[in-house]
């Protein structure tokens, strides 16, 4: 069991079999295993695999993974989890976003002026464990992706929140030019 694929998939079946309540928890688990991964990897892990904490009835805290991951993580195609987004949001988007350029994991909004700091703000608040970070400027957000996100599932993460007119809006950028021109 060397591989992240294989580890990822027993960490899906540890927190769906037993009742993890913290991550030194699940590292003592994945010791009994065979599998040895430091606190850094296995934050990342549950991240990736969209792993959130639930309470029981008594009060105690789990986690718990969305029926909607498969207990094999496959890299280039998993289940997408959309997240629940705020009435709104995409009107105030809408509102403010002029373009959308994607680039591998990471994604160039550009705003009108002074709007950029708070659609930062509403993207960090949306929580999706695929939106690693976001960088803010006057008329620009940078948000980074999660690498194992394909153009085409950022892009559909991004019609949750964004209006699907200013993701496929296509912008001549005179400032740019290509190598062949």
Request: net charge neutral; proline share 3%; charged share 25%.
């Amino acid at each position: 069991m060397n591989t992240r694929k294989d580890r990822i998939g027993l960490i899906t079946k540890l927190i769906r079999t037993y009742n993890v309540a913290s991550q030194e928890h699940l590292q003592k688990l994945l010791e009994s295993e065979g599998v040895k991964v430091t606190q850094a990897t296995l934050s990342r892990d549950l991240r990736m695999i969209g792993a959130t904490r639930r309470c029981d009835s008594e009060g105690k805290s789990y986690y718990f993974m969305p029926e909607s991951v498969s207990n094999q993580y496959i890299e280039a195609d998993f289940p997408l989890e959309l997240p629940m987004i705020a009435s709104g949001l995409r009107e105030r988007f809408g509102d403010a976003l002029l373009t959308v350029a994607i680039s591998l994991n990471m994604v160039v909004l550009k705003t009108r002026p002074g709007y950029a700091t708070g659609l930062a703000v509403e993207i960090d608040a949306i929580g999706s464990p695929y939106i690693l970070g976001t960088v803010a400027g006057a008329d620009t957000v940078l948000m980074v992706m999660h690498e194992s996100l394909t153009k085409e599932k950022i892009r559909q993460l991004l019609t949750t929140f964004i209006p699907s007119t200013i993701i496929n809006r296509k912008e001549n950028y005179s400032q740019v030019r290509l190598e062949n021109d």
